[in-house]
């Protein structure tokens, strides 16, 4: 083997990794002196195998046996290499520690802005002042309230009324029934309604939305019921529910709106009682009751506000006492407290 050829070699190989090693490996450091080492050795095991080609067995043997020596010490040096270029790139960025600490800081806080945000809906925001526990639950804890046989029949009249509405909107009128005192009326298509602010997302689809011809507007919420309420009642339990709808509508780009109606739908009678009809489910016949419920945004934002402040608690509010569930959870205790002491006696 000429030392001057492998020397040549060596030099030229060292040159076209210094060159070519980054784009070729992705790394961020140049080739240094354990890496020319290694260069070196691969190119001596290659010209191992190359001159035993032509020198016999004899030489075979002997640069056999080199040949694995140098693959323990490739391996070793491949190690400290690896160690040395860790080493090397942690020197480079030595000066950007403090950036990435900025980084991180900024990503801490970056996760907390993005922290899961409240979820809310007109319909439901009512439970706060039905229970601050079982809001807290719900929406801290993931702990909503067991629900039973939920009858979907009022959900279908709601999207039977609606149907009937629709056809009225590109006529830019309404039906009959709703609200014949509001004779110059017409209704609006209104698409899901968003409020988000401070952490707080909230949604909300109105049943109807009246349009004046000066340009006031009306939510209308449809009800059935077996009974009309009386506007005190429906007031107390709905005033939440429909002041949340005005400030939907006012940060949606709706002009303020200041009455709300709750138009109840009762069954009263049959159409024809006796008469032979061929569908029984055409005979029932509902009567509509309009009752106006005035309504204010700045009421919703001030119980969202409460909201807020009992959803981020660490421990969980007081329980209403008219709450059922939580009475229902307040007795299982007690009487497994009961039962353990019973155990406890019976055991001594």
Request: glycine share 4%.
């Amino acid at each position: 083997m000429r030392l001057d050829r492998f020397f040549g070699e060596w030099r030229a190989f060292g040159i076209y990794q210094q060159s070519h090693y980054r784009s070729h490996c992705d790394c961020r450091y140049e080739l240094r002196g354990l890496e020319v080492l290694a260069a070196a050795i691969f190119e001596v095991a290659g010209n191992c195998v190359h001159y035993c080609r032509y020198y016999g067995y004899y030489y075979f043997i002997h640069f056999t046996s080199f040949a694995i020596t140098i693959a323990f010490l490739l391996k070793f040096f491949y190690v400290i290499i690896m160690m040395s270029a860790k080493t090397s790139v942690s020197g480079a960025d030595g000066g950007n520690h403090r950036g990435d600490a900025h980084a991180n800081v900024n990503a801490n806080v970056n996760s907390n802005s993005n922290k899961p945000k409240l979820k809310l809906w007109p319909s439901t925001l009512s439970l706060l002042h039905e229970c601050p526990r079982c809001f807290w639950l719900q929406h801290h804890a993931h702990l909503p309230r067991p629900r039973g046989i939920f009858s979907s029949l009022p959900n279908a009249l709601d999207a039977i009324i609606k149907a009937n509405v629709y056809p009225f909107i590109p006529l830019h009128s309404k039906p009959s029934w709703l609200l014949p005192e509001l004779r110059s009326a017409s209704v609006v298509n209104v698409p899901k309604l968003f409020y988000e602010k401070d952490g707080v997302v909230m949604t909300g689809s109105l049943d109807q939305l009246l349009q004046l011809e000066d340009g006031e507007y009306f939510i209308v919420d449809y009800k059935t019921s077996r009974h009309v309420y009386s506007p005190e009642t429906a007031a107390k339990f709905y005033s939440l529910q429909l002041d949340c709808y005005a400030l939907l509508c006012e940060e949606n780009g709706f002009k303020p709106i200041e009455t709300a109606y709750l138009v109840f739908f009762t069954p009263v009678s049959m159409l024809s009682e006796g008469a032979l009809l061929p569908k029984p489910m055409n005979i029932f016949r509902f009567e509509t009751t309009a009752i106006p419920i005035p309504v204010d945004p700045e009421r919703a934002k001030k119980v969202i506000a409460e909201a807020v402040a009992v959803a981020s608690r660490d421990e969980p509010p007081e329980p209403s006492p008219t709450c059922e569930y939580c009475h229902f959870v307040r007795q299982i205790m007690e009487l497994e407290e009961e039962v353990n002491e019973k155990e406890n006696v019976e055991k001594r």
